[in-house]
């Protein structure tokens, strides 16, 4: 069996979900949960459609993520003053120091992962997924645009 790129990459990420998984257990916090407290450090203040948009999931999933990271006082919603049937989300005060500790168990195990890679390769690797993420992402942005000129020319 030839493994393709597609495999590759995938088969990586998960086993960086499962490694990581492992590693957090104790915190309770999963690499998807992860993935949201860390959009939302960068965004902080943005509403729950396009976070779930962001992070790829369903907006209900998203909900539900939010309900317990809130319910674990890492994540708070904030009526939004532009619209009261929306939330602006932010990290709370406990979340930003977990986060400190869960960004150094990630720098950790991003350093076994790429551990034997000189300096220049692991720069290269790096261009190289974003390039390949860029041609995906790119991608499904002309998807997008085509499926919605097509919907506007029926």
């Given at each position: 069996m030839r493994e393709t790129v597609g495999f590759l990459l995938n088969d990586t990420a998960r086993l960086f979900r499962r490694a990581?998984?492992?590693r957090t257990r104790d915190s309770g916090i999963t690499a998807l949960q992860w993935r949201l407290l860390s959009y939302l450090k960068r965004y902080e203040g943005i509403r729950q459609g396009p976070l779930a948009d962001l992070i790829e999931?369903?907006?209900i999933t998203l909900s539900r993520m939010v309900d317990r990271?809130?319910?674990?006082?890492?994540?708070?919603?904030?009526?939004?003053p532009g619209d009261r049937r929306a939330w602006l989300l932010y990290l709370t005060p406990?979340?930003?120091e977990q986060m400190g500790a869960m960004q150094r168990l990630t720098d950790a195990l991003t350093e076994e992962a790429i551990g034997g890679l000189t300096p220049a390769e692991r720069a290269e690797l790096i261009r190289l997924v974003r390039h390949v993420?860029?041609?995906?992402?790119?991608?499904d942005a002309i998807d997008t645009t085509e499926?919605?000129?097509t919907k506007e020319a029926l």
């Open positions: 990581f998984n492992a999931v369903e907006p990271l809130a319910e674990a006082g890492l994540v708070e919603r904030r009526a939004d406990r979340a930003r993420r860029c041609n995906l992402s790119r991608r499926r919605e000129e």
